[in-house]
């Protein structure tokens, strides 16, 4: 079965440059969710995307942004990276009809701000 | 107030054995899920069992079983058998509230894991 799939697996960034982290999700699912989990920490949730729209926010820094295109894959845009950016980015998809909106993991971006 | 909490921050099991990971939560709502996820080395996060709060039956899926308490508002997980690759960070999820005809996203809240160390 198709999985969430996402690029780059590991990125490794000097402090003030850029980031993409790429998301496709499962086919027919429509929500993306993005996560940020620190070191030993639980995910946090960034935001999320329904039909291409932004759904919720969680604790996104403005210094991020993310769209989802037409093609239901997303992007997670980081800008002026700090050290603090350092984590693990989890995209996760669901579908919207799912009995309980369970939410499908991708393997996860290894972001490495030096 | 933390919503999910997860109070045993590493769990120790011997191969063959049965291991219980502690999570409670805490709600308003009359209306929610509650997830497991495993979280190997590697890194994935690999979704394991649900249970709905309408559930009257606890989930189970192969070894993983859900033990639901509703009055006391834990969701434990029992894994059965330990195998030395469930040696892992387990995360216990919630999410919050009905799926809409609209849609929308209900954001799971997680605890903060649980290590799980399966000793052969």
């Known amino acids: 079965a198709a999985g969430v799939i996402q690029s780059p697996r590991h990125l490794i960034k000097e402090k003030r440059e850029t980031a993409t982290l790429k998301c496709y999700p499962i086919p027919r699912h429509d929500t993306v969710y993005w996560y940020q989990q620190g070191p030993g920490q639980d995910p946090q949730f960034l935001i999320s995307?329904?039909?291409?729209?932004?759904?919720d926010k969680g604790s996104i820094p403005d210094r991020f942004s993310a769209q989802q295109f037409s093609d239901y894959h997303s992007e997670l845009n980081m800008s002026s990276l700090e050290l603090g950016d350092s984590a693990l980015y989890f995209c996760a998809s669901s579908p919207r009809q799912g009995p309980y909106n369970e939410q499908f993991f991708g393997p996860g971006t290894r972001l490495t701000v030096l | 107030a933390q919503k999910i909490t997860q109070t045993q921050p590493g769990m120790f099991v011997q191969e063959k054995e049965a291991v219980t990971l502690d999570c409670t939560y805490d709600?308003?709502?009359?209306?929610?899920?509650l997830f497991w996820y495993k979280q190997p080395s590697s890194g994935e996060m690999i979704f394991l069992i649900y249970q709905g709060s309408y559930d009257e039956q606890n989930a189970t899926e192969g070894r993983y079983s859900l033990n639901f308490q509703k009055a006391r508002k834990s969701a434990n997980l029992v894994i059965s058998a330990s195998q030395l690759g469930d040696s892992a960070m387990y995360f216990c999820a919630m999410r919050e509230g009905r799926l809409h005809a609209s849609g929308g996203s209900y954001i799971p809240t997680f605890g903060r894991g649980t290590s799980l160390i399966v000793h052969p």
């Open positions: 709600t308003s709502d009359q209306s929610y899920g």
């Open positions: 995307f329904y039909e291409k729209m932004q759904s």
